[in-house]
């Protein structure tokens, strides 16, 4: 890997590996805690509708996404609030509705051919200095809004009705968060692809969360464990001449199908003691 660095391209995809794995770590331990993978699941897809808006009427890449994304998280986000029971069914319609959009308009995009691959497993190879400082923006920015409301999030994450109690603003915070959701899948996926995104948000945090006491370590290790899977997903791509998205998500997907029992073995083995005959 270090004489892979020699490369500007490689360097600059190491950056956008590490700056990933912070944002989504972060982000990625409040999804899996308040239990809204699908719904950012369905903010990754729904996303395509804004990026075939960007293409097909010429408008820079991440006003025409964000606006679209946010606009579909806000009505997932009031959707899981005012119906619950039917959330899951809308936000899939959304989902649906909002990749159709975009490969419609994709495909309507007068003189343009657009590579949905390079949406799906991203582009980290070709990530440019600009995005790199975008990117550090929207860590800085995430980092800095997390700080704030850590005891209000902390509070809506493991227990609603007690921080309503204490005087959390809920509503005011589950939007904030599902915007910073919003934001965090649309400056990913450009670099990273959806998959990716997806990847980067569920799989360091469900693992970091059965070793961890506490929310703040559950996202350290949330992006310790992103910054191993990307780095090593890179090493993997170079040494072997792979997809770097798709090799990034076979070192998570690896690591997470090889904890499941391990950790299976960890949970039986004190009980096992316990209830042996001395």
Known sequence: MIEALQYDFMRHALAAGL???????IMGALVVINRIVFLSGGIAHAAYGGIGLAFYFRWPYFFGTI????????????????AKHRADTIIGVIWALGMALGVILLDLTPGYNVDL????????????A?????????????????????KDLLALSYDEEFARIRGVPVKTVYFIMICMLAVTIVMVIQVVGLIL??????????????????LFQ??????CLSALFTTSGLWLSYAFDLTSGASIILVAGIVFLLFLP???LIRRSPT???????
């Open 117 to 128: 691959m390079s949406f799906l497993f991203g582009s980290i190879l070709t990530v440019s």
């Open 130 to 150: 600009s995005d790199l400082w975008i990117m550090l923006t929207t860590a800085i920015v995430i980092s800095l809004i997390v700080a704030c409301f850590y």
């Open 19 to 25: 700056l990933s794995s912070v944002i989504c770590g």
């Open 218 to 223: 559950m996202m350290v290790g949330s992006i």
């Open 67 to 82: 606006g679209f994304s946010l606009g579909a998280a806000m009505l997932m986000a009031t959707v899981t609030l005012k």
């Open 197 to 214: 995104v997806i990847a980067l948000l569920t799989i360091p945090p469900f693992i970091a969360e059965k070793h961890t006491k506490s």
């Open 272 to 278: 096992e003691k316990a209830g042996s005959p001395r």
């Open 262 to 264: 391990l950790e299976h």
